[in-house]
Antibody, heavy 117, light 106 residues
Framework: QVQLQESGPGLVKPSETLSLTCTVSNGSINYFYWSWIRQSPGKGLEWIGDIYYSGSTNYNPSLKSRVTISVDTSRNQVSLTLISVTAADTAVYYCARPGGNSQIDDWGRGTLVTVSS | EIVLTQSPATLSLSPGERATLSCRASQSVGYYLAWYQQKPGQAPRLLIY???NRAPGIPARFSGSGSGTDFTLTISSLEPEDFAVYYCQQRTNWITFGQGTRLEIK
């Protein structure tokens, strides 16, 4: 089964840029979509966006102006960049793989990112 | 944006009882509705996709039904490990999740 591992800084200062990487193992990144989803402490789930292995992207309209998702097929990695962060961006960030009926089949374990000075 | 409203917010039941969780969409999502279970400190786990299809490895006590705007997740006889938070999810234009139902031990 495919494994997803998120990595990146656990602490980001307000107004700076959040950058995370998802490394895909036990499977190829090719021919799949890859998503980023976040969950604020004690809150529900929020889809950030996704990317096809070819590079085409879809973003949550509420975050679109601040988000970039990219893919590196040679490294089997997907990356998330979120600019101008505030405390409201504090959350556990999940890398995930959608399935054929638009459900999320596979999830990473998630990584907590705290926005604080 | 399609809004998913889950009810109840909290459901208190005992092991062995039947649980019925509801998810209502603000407009039709056809059969593109999924259900997830999340336990503290863990990522969500897919239970049901396409409104009524169990994901691999999911016990038969979990079942999903519905179409259009009204969906139900049923757990026929609660096991101790079933007490968790449950989310529904759709993707028509983009992915949205319901706010969750917390299933707690009575």
């Amino acid at each position: 089964q495919v494994q997803l591992q998120e990595s990146g800084p656990g602490l980001v200062k307000p107004s700076e840029t959040l950058s995370l990487t998802c490394t895909v193992s036990n499977g190829s990144i090719n021919y799949f979509y890859w998503s980023w989803i976040r969950q604020s402490p004690g809150k529900g789930l929020e889809w950030i966006g996704d990317i096809y292995y070819s590079g085409s992207t879809n973003y949550n309209p509420s975050l679109k102006s601040r988000v970039t998702i990219s893919v590196d097929t040679s490294r089997n990695q997907v990356s998330l960049t979120l600019i101008s962060v505030t405390a409201a961006d504090t959350a556990v960030y999940y890398c995930a793989r959608p399935g054929g009926n638009s459900q999320i089949d596979d999830w990473g374990r998630g990584t907590l990112v705290t926005v604080s000075s | 944006e399609i809004v998913l409203t889950q009810s109840p917010a909290t459901l208190s039941l005992s092991p062995g009882e039947r649980a019925t969780l509801s998810c209502r969409a603000s407009q039709s999502v056809g059969y593109y509705l999924a259900w997830y279970q999340q336990k503290p400190g863990q990522a969500p786990r897919l239970l049901i996709y396409g409104a009524s299809n169990r994901a691999p490895g999911i016990p038969a006590r979990f079942s999903g039904s519905g179409s259009g705007t009204d969906f139900t997740l049923t757990i026929s006889s609660l096991e101790p490990e079933d007490f968790a938070v449950y989310y529904c999810q759709q993707r028509t234009n983009w992915i949205t999740f319901g706010q969750g139902t917390r299933l707690e031990i009575k």
